[in-house]
């Protein structure tokens, strides 16, 4: 599948950001401004885990020779971030070539200027060459969104250790700086944070699209510091506890679901996006407090099989963008606009986590049903596409294949079949793009020291 998509990448849009596999040529997104490149950056470490050393080896001459981060365009700093600087990060960390240090520190530093607001907290978007900063029109009275700025933490520490200059760490230890003085409605963390006066848009509070990835980080950064990052750890158990009481939710069939909090009303729709939840809760099941563990794996195994249901109850057997828990119906996508399914990777990401701390054998089993629904459905003759309506028995394509589909589906599919020791999770934490981290370990930095 990896090289079924690779090829076909590298045949009609080598180079640009991501691919049309339907009409056969480049496909790019605004979010990267005019980076060019995505898909190359994001499946560097992908390629090397599967050990394609002559497709790893292209893609690092390509990003020697052609990655150009001097363009004037707007930029989302957490897209870039997650996908470009994580991608990098991680082809440096596995492989030792320099050349992906050297790239990732230079991105680092262009995205330094976001974080020029009177709280610290970074603008959504920017200009890469100018420095100026904005946010999303639409977003809450011209807020920055939770996970947005919440998911820049594992990256930016990384930085900060491979260039030995503390400002990116700085950046984002004040984000958490600024959170820890606000006052948290029921202790949840809304998704709108205005950077200018540092309160509180909308009180409107999710584990799905706009808050996810802050919470995942808050526990990651607890992880990847050998956990000595007490306050992330605090800040991870404490918010679990509040989303537990106010947003975990069982259906009358008996599915638990996570739903969005609206200013204290409850809307019972849970997002794909939100499906990462159940390998973050097994992740954090292990560190969690008095005797809590096994509560929280069990979390994220009722988690994975809502998913899956929310699969299976599709003619595609592959999960829509958002399901409801309203009206009689179950795990079921009611609306047109939220029937589609874009190749991404949440649930998978959740059955990997669960079999790595389980090992039940339903956990592959899932995998492998989306498998076949992914050749089945998505694979076409120019590589993967995503789907309009999961519910249809005819096919209609979207026409495009999402970087995230070789970063993050097919990596977390690869490990799910893969034994416990490729990137064990002692040493290893993923970004949210499936980039994975080194562990930090204490002795580490005097290991480093000695070696300076």
Not at 114 to 135: Q, V, Y
Not at 339 to 365: A, C, G, N, S
Request: net charge negative; proline share 4%.
């Amino acid at each position: 599948m990896m090289k079924h998509s690779w090829d076909n990448y590298k045949r009609y849009s080598w180079g640009l950001n991501e691919l049309k596999p339907i009409s056969k040529q480049g496909h790019s997104s605004n979010l990267f401004g005019n980076i060019q490149g995505a898909t190359i950056v994001d499946a560097l470490d992908t390629l090397y885990i599967m050990e394609m050393k002559d497709e790893f080896k292209e893609a690092k001459e390509w990003v020697e020779k052609n990655l150009d981060f001097n363009v004037n365009a707007e930029i989302s700093v957490f897209e870039v971030n997650i996908r470009f600087v994580g991608g990098l990060l991680s082809a440096y960390y596995l492989s030792g070539e320099e050349i992906f240090r050297k790239k990732a520190v230079e991105l680092g530093e262009k995205l330094l200027p976001a974080f020029n607001t009177p709280t610290g907290i970074p603008w959504a978007l920017l200009n890469i060459k100018s420095g100026i900063g904005r946010n999303w029109p639409w977003a809450s009275g011209g807020s920055s969104i939770l996970a947005e700025f919440g998911t820049l933490h594992l990256e930016f520490i990384h930085l900060s250790h491979l260039s030995g200059n503390p400002v990116f760490a700085e950046k984002v230890m004040n984000i958490r700086k600024v959170l820890n003085r606000l006052d948290k409605p029921e202790g949840l963390y809304p998704n709108y944070l205005n950077p200018s006066s540092g309160q509180w848009g909308q009180h409107h509070v999710s584990v799905g699209g706009l808050g996810d990835s802050f919470y995942e980080y808050l526990l990651k950064a607890w992880l990847m510091s050998d956990k000595t990052d007490e306050e992330g750890k605090k800040m991870y158990y404490d918010a679990v506890q509040s989303i537990e009481t106010h947003l975990i939710r069982k259906s009358s069939g008996g599915l638990t679901y996570i739903a969005e909090w609206k200013g204290g009303l409850l809307e019972h729709k849970m997002g794909h996006l939100t499906c990462f939840a159940g390998g973050m809760f097994a992740l954090g099941a292990d560190g969690a407090p008095n005797d809590k563990t096994g509560h929280h794996i069990e979390l994220g195994a009722e988690i994975a099989r809502t998913c899956h249901e929310s699969y299976d109850r599709t003619s595609m057997k592959l999960g829509p963008e958002a399901f409801r828990f309203d009206g009689g119906v179950e795990a079921i996508a009611t609306r047109q606009n939220e029937k589609y399914y874009i190749l991404r990777p949440e649930v998978i990401e959740t059955y990997m986590y669960m079999w790595r701390f389980t090992h039940d054998p339903k956990y592959r089993q899932w995998g492998w049903e989306a498998v076949e629904a992914l050749e089945q459905h998505c694979r076409v003759d120019g590589g993967y596409s995503g789907i309009r309506d999961v519910y249809s028995n005819h096919q209609s394509h979207d026409d495009v294949q999402q970087s995230f589909f070789l970063s993050e589906t097919l990596k977390y599919l690869y490990l799910l079949f893969s034994e416990d020791d490729l990137l064990p999770f002692e040493h290893w934490i993923f970004n949210t793009e499936a980039h994975p981290l080194p562990v930090l370990h204490r002795d580490d930095e005097k290991k480093e020291e000695k070696h300076k």
